[in-house]
């Protein structure tokens, strides 16, 4: 069965640093956009930040750009969500997903979560402070 797992999710103080890993199991990630998605408590699900195949676009949230980065690695095959400066409402689940619509390898601008499949259960990340 096609998922995958995160992890690297843990309690860290306001203006500290977590990097969040995404693996999969049962397919590469070479293949698709990967997509990191967050929930907050009490507020829907996000999307994050979306990394593509090869000169595909990458996208990020208003709330996270200039601070948060994607990227993969191709000899792990994992993606990785790199977070400094953590702020307090950076606080959530944070689950990464695979694009299983067609193109695949594109990621949408919009973050629509109807394209994507895969889903792991999640990493919590808590910044306390």
């Known amino acids: 069965q096609a998922q995958v797992v995160e992890s690297g999710g843990g309690l860290v103080q306001a203006g500290g640093s977590l990097r969040l890993s995404c693996a999969a199991s049962?397919?590469?990630?070479?293949?698709?956009?990967i997509a990191w998605f967050r929930q907050a408590p009490g507020k829907e699900r996000e999307g994050v930040a979306c990394?593509?195949?090869?000169?595909?676009?990458?996208y990020y949230a208003d709330s996270v750009k200039g601070r948060f980065t994607i990227d993969r690695d191709k000899a792990k095959n994992r993606v990785y969500l790199q977070m400094p400066s953590l702020k307090l409402e950076d606080t959530a689940v944070y689950y990464c997903?695979?694009?299983?619509?067609?193109?695949?390898?594109?990621?949408?601008?919009?973050?629509?979560?109807?394209?994507?499949?895969?889903w792991g259960e999640g990493t919590q990340v808590t910044v306390s402070s």
């Open positions: 990394v593509s195949i090869s000169d595909g676009p990458t």
């Open positions: 049962g397919f590469s990630l070479d293949y698709y956009a």
């Open positions: 997903a695979a694009k299983i619509s067609r193109p695949r390898h594109y990621c949408p601008a919009d973050f629509s979560e109807d394209v994507f499949g895969y």
